[in-house]
């Protein structure tokens, strides 16, 4: 959905809403289609006193899996942005700052990447997974495997004290 911020120079304190859905099924991260729910962004572009500025927030379940055991994780996933609009392509190093290329503005364009900055590198499905064997590929968290622990032979001396 683009907005025409043409609409917003007609008065001082113009505000235009937007309240939509997108979809991010094909959006790749991390090697993997996490996006796979719906995506809803919602907020609103204004004029305030001749500063286009672009405040919103975007939801969705990021679907992923537990980086020990591999059970499948949906996680809520949302972050709020507030950005101001400008055309000036020399200010493109400020935090706070969206440099836009036409009369136009897609919010979509200004908040996937606030929500992708929200995405951490791996989640766990407890913070005590104790995650597969690394010989059988059982998941140890719902009991333990028949595989006999293997010790490193360097450690075979302290596996001794352990007997005692």
């Known amino acids: 959905m683009k907005i025409d911020l043409k609409k917003l120079n007609t008065s001082a304190h113009a505000s235009i809403p937007f309240d939509e ?5 094909d959006e790749k991260l991390y090697g993997a289609k996490p996006f796979q729910s719906p995506v809803h962004i919602k907020g609103v572009v ?15 379940i990021y679907s992923t899996e537990c980086a020990r055991c591999l059970k499948p994780l949906e996680i809520p996933l949302s972050a709020e942005a507030d950005m ?8 493109e190093e400020e935090d706070d700052l969206f440099v836009l290329t036409s009369d136009s503005v897609d919010p979509a364009d200004v908040l996937v990447p606030a929500l992708i900055l929200q995405v951490q590198m791996t989640y766990l499905c407890k ?22 622990k293997q010790i490193d032979p360097r450690f075979a001396v302290l596996e001794q004290l352990l007997d005692k």
Request: charged content about 25%; proline content about 6%.
């Open 21 to 25: 859905t997108i979809d991010l099924t």
């Open 46 to 60: 204004s004029n305030e006193s001749g500063v286009v500025r672009l405040a919103g927030s975007i939801e969705t």
């Open 84 to 91: 101001m609009l400008s055309d000036d392509p020399e200010a």
């Open 127 to 148: 913070e005590d997974c104790k995650g597969l064997c690394p010989t059988c590929g059982k998941n140890l968290n719902l009991g333990p495997c028949g595989c006999r």
